[in-house]
């Protein structure tokens, strides 16, 4: 094989590893913003259910309250 040959072989050969690298970025940074989305939608569900269990509390205190006050 001559060098140009060779030249152009491992450039094509570095192209292509480029190229796999660049694929691999993109699908990676797909996943990692799913991830976020994902992360996103976790962190306000969490928020309704504190909300939820704080709205419970309350009713259960009224329940504790009114229970006590029909005992008297």
Do not use: G, P
Request: aromatic share 4%.
């Amino acid at each position: 094989m001559s060098n140009v040959s060779v030249t152009s072989s491992k450039r094509e050969k570095l192209t292509s590893d480029l190229l796999q690298e660049v694929e691999s970025v993109r699908a990676m940074n797909v996943s990692l913003r799913a991830y976020l989305d994902h992360l996103r939608a976790f962190r306000k569900n969490l928020i309704a259910v504190n909300e939820n269990c704080k709205q419970l509390s309350k009713v259960n205190t009224q329940w504790i309250e009114m229970i006590s006050t029909m005992k008297r």
